[in-house]
């Protein structure tokens, strides 16, 4: 491979959305997947040459950061592109092709190519290339790849009510917030997300931690499964699965989500070994769920003590099943143990929670004291006020 630049900073390349032009299928997906395991979040496989003025505008209003061109399935055409991406777009582009032919090397510096890759690529040059286009890339470029937000909900004893709770929120940012928004199950290894929200999903969680290594944003696409709501669900798996997390895996697999979905929420159940994790610090906000009881007040506060040192800006104490004037430990010692006031009361609806269960009609679908409290959470995260509609046409579970 050769490179017509002479930058040799290294910069991290993660943050780089790039796009791999090629009608070739089998060179294209060896060249995204080289890309990927390079470290790069964000990769598109375009399977033609764009042919017409209109078509070649649209991939450019794309602004990717680097565009990667088939050299040899149509070198005039792939040339054409070449030159006129430079000359309308701040996009760096790549040319890959079999031959390495001094001439046709000599075309593409002239077309305005800024490296050449060779076929098979060299990981390690790849990773080169990729990194002097990130030192290149303009300060403040980056911020249309920062991602969307993440949302964490943990409990702080199981049983809490974790998964009603965030399950309900994502249909809530989905449907009334209008966001584009995923909710990954990382209560492993058996989360209820899916079973609640009523879907039967092929792939799970366990298959993005177990591929991380290879986990693009075209592989990511391919495990997700769709709600009526809008909402896209990672779930759980269906039986115990066997998988060792690790923090690397997290971290790749919330990056990936976060870089295609505006809201990203996480079911963590009471999994306290995932915030030795990086799962707290990538996380915008964590809401703490929580009953007015013994055993999750105590562990409510050691959870806070560990992960939330420096005051717990981002965190939010969630009280569900709430009951005014039940005789449990009240508000106000609730906020004299942590340290920290509830920010959030779900009252308690067992008839509502029960009929969600049985029909896997989500809370929010119906007007009711608990939907509107999850509902108030879900606009503040957005920052919208979400109406409550008319009550739906309900699904069923079992047909």
Request: proline fraction near 4%; hydrophobic fraction near 40%; charged fraction near 20%.
């Amino acid at each position: 491979m050769s490179n017509f630049g002479q930058d040799a900073d290294y910069a991290n390349v993660s943050e780089l959305s790039v796009a791999v032009i090629g009608p070739n299928e089998q060179e294209r997906k060896a060249v995204a997947q080289a890309i990927s395991s390079a470290g790069v979040l964000a990769v598109k496989e375009i399977s033609s040459y764009p042919a017409r003025l209109p078509e070649m505008q649209r991939l450019l209003e794309q602004n990717f950061d680097v565009l990667v061109v088939d050299l040899d399935s149509e070198q005039t055409l792939a040339l054409n592109i070449v030159e006129h991406v430079v000359g309308k777009n701040e996009s760096t582009v790549m040319v890959y092709s079999a031959q390495n032919d001094p001439s046709v090397l000599m075309r593409c510096m002239r077309a305005g190519a800024r490296e050449f890759l060779s076929l098979p690529i060299s990981s390690t040059l790849l990773t080169e290339a990729l990194q002097r286009i990130a030192v290149r890339k303009p300060i403040g470029q980056g911020a249309k790849h920062e991602g969307g937000k993440v949302l964490v909900f943990l409990g702080g004893k199981g049983g809490s009510g974790v998964t009603t709770v965030a399950c309900n929120f994502a249909v809530a940012l989905a449907q009334g917030c209008g966001k584009n928004t995923l909710l990954i199950d990382l209560d492993l290894p058996l989360g209820d997300a899916a079973l609640t929200l009523g879907i039967t999903p092929q792939f799970s969680t366990v298959d993005a931690l177990q591929n991380y290594a290879r986990l693009d944003t075209n592989f990511f696409s391919k495990l997700l499964t769709k709600h009526s709501s809008g909402l896209s669900i990672l779930a759980a798996p269906g039986k115990f699965p066997a998988v060792d997390i690790q923090n690397e895996a997290i971290e790749r697999l919330i990056n990936v989500a976060r870089s295609v979905f505006e809201y990203v929420v996480i079911d963590a159940g009471s999994r306290f070994d995932l915030s030795k994790t990086s799962l707290v610090n990538l996380a915008d906000n964590v809401y703490l769920i929580m009953q007015a009881g013994i055993p999750e007040l105590r562990n409510s506060h050691r959870v806070i003590s560990e992960y939330f040192k420096s005051g717990g800006s981002n965190l939010d104490l969630v009280l569900n099943r709430f009951i005014p004037r039940s005789g449990g430990v009240d508000e106000e010692h609730i906020a004299k143990a942590l340290n920290k006031p509830v920010q959030w009361k779900i009252p308690s609806d067992y008839v509502a929670v029960r009929r969600m269960q049985n029909e896997a009609t989500p809370l929010t679908e119906e007007d009711s004291m608990i939907s509107r409290a999850i509902q108030e959470m879900a606009g503040a995260a957005c920052g919208v006020t979400i109406q409550q509609e008319k009550k739906k046409k309900k699904f069923s579970l079992f047909g």
